[in-house]
Structures are given as structure tokens and as C-alpha cells.
């Protein structure tokens, strides 16, 4: 099972997941011909992705899903209020219904040796999810664009042994910085974006023996930066209250604009 992220940050999201057999991505926020020149690294092209699984309709979540629907006919995974959302996004052009299935938070979806878990998140969308993705006994998640965690994400991400998590913004750098007042408190709100900090709680709740790797995700351009997101996380492992410190894991960001490394499991 592998996973790599082609972009992740503010301004476009994709990421990779597959097994030997089967390939699919999550989202597809940046152009079909960045997400063409991801794939390459892992030795793919657009004609190997089985489904688009999107978690909301935001455009840096969705830039690529009009012209992939019309150039490679793929199928596209996500909430019937996401569906809504694309369907109401004018940018993303004329798109074929037909290539779009609704799903619903908690009912798996089945793909050939993948088995797609999607779960219901906080964020200022229609009905935004994330996933959870499995193949035989490993474990991948991805969790980004949420305003707050609790148990209930947290027992959807258990036994991950790779993920992507969401540390979006430093606090204070959102609060000085230069965006209106009702976009911070937007960010900041229950229906926002992860801190570092709290990215940094959350996985500490995440962490067990099996977990490889960590890849931060989602990260403003405007009110972050890779080396503070990074530092921050850490420490809040360091601090967390378990038996496990940063330097256990392999943990690094997934950057904006170009691929990451590939995970294997």
C-alpha cells in the first residue's frame, strides 16, 4: 500500500492512495496536468486511477474534477452535498452525472482491494468527510479541513499506520496577520482549520506502535510555514501524554507544490 501527496496546502489538494492493484486519489484541487505529473512518480498515469474520492466541494479541493471528468471519464466518490457543491461551481464546467456517486459518512465503499472509509468532519461545506483507507490489515488516513477533533475522529483514524493530518495555521500568526477579522474568526472557528497545536494534539492520540509515518498537511501559505508547523507538532508529542516522542516517527510536510516522497506500507 502506498500514499503520496501530489499537493497539499491553501491554495490545492490531491493525494494519492493505492495498493498494487488499485489507485485512487483523494481530491483533485490542483490542475489534471499537475496531478498527471504527480502520478509519474509513483510510476502512474491518470488511465490507473480507479475513483476520485473528494471530501467537499471547495475549489482547492475540486480544480481538477471538471476537466478529468471530461478527459479520462473517472468516476468521483463524495457526500450527495458535495456532489451539489461541484454540480454548483461553475468554473469546473460541463460534467457528466453519471460519473458521480453519492456516498454517505460511516457506509464503506468497496473498491476492488480497497476498502474506503468515510467519515464526517467539521467544516464550513455542504457535508464534508474524510477518509480512512484500508487494504488487507494496513491503515491509511487522511484528515485536513475540520475545525475541531473529538473522540469520534479520533476512533476513525485509530490504527493508521500512515496519515496526513491538518495543521493549517500557527494562531499567532493568523491573529497579526492581514486577513479581515471575520476570515480569522471563520478559520479559528469550529468549522475552520486545524492549529499547529492541535494537529500536534490530535496525533499524539493517534500514535501507537505500527504508526511509520506522519505527514502534516493543508498548510497556509499566509499563516504558516513548514519549519514552524513541523517544530510545533513535534513538541506538542514531546509533551503529549503517552509513552511516544516526535523522533519515533518518521513526521514531515507535505509541501504545496510539488509531490512528496512515496510512503509504503
Known sequence: ??????????????????????????????????????????????????????????IDHTKGIGVISRKDNTSVYSTQGTIDGIFGTSSLGE????????IRPEEDILLNDLRIHPFSVSHDANDPVAYTVECGNRKMGIVTDLGFYDSYIVDQMQGCQAMLVEANHDINLLQVGSYPYHL???????????????????????LNDNVQDIFLGHLSKENNYDKLAFET?????????????????RIEVAHRSEPSRIINL
Do not use: P, W
Open 233 to 249: 507538532v513535534r513538541l506538542e508529542i514531546d509533551m503529549g501524554e503517552n509513552d511516544y516522542k516526535a523522533n519515533d516517527f
Open 95 to 102: 460534467m457528466d452525472r453519471s460519473l458521480f456517486h453519492s
Open 184 to 206: 480569522k474568526q471563520r478559520i479559528l472557528g469550529n468549522k475552520g482549520h486545524l492549529s499547529n497545536e492541535t494537529s500536534g494534539k490530535m496525533i499524539s492520540q493517534l
Open 1 to 58: 500500500m502506498r500514499m503520496m501527496s501530489i499537493a497539499s496546502g491553501s491554495s490545492g489538494n490531491c493525494i494519492y492512495i493505492g495498493s498494487d492493484n488499485t489507485h485512487i486519489l483523494i481530491d483533485a484541487g490542483v490542475s489534471r496536468k499537475k496531478i498527471a505529473e504527480g502520478l509519474k512518480k509513483a510510476d502512474l498515469s491518470m488511465a490507473d486511477i480507479s475513483a476520485i474520492f473528494v471530501t467537499h466541494e471547495h
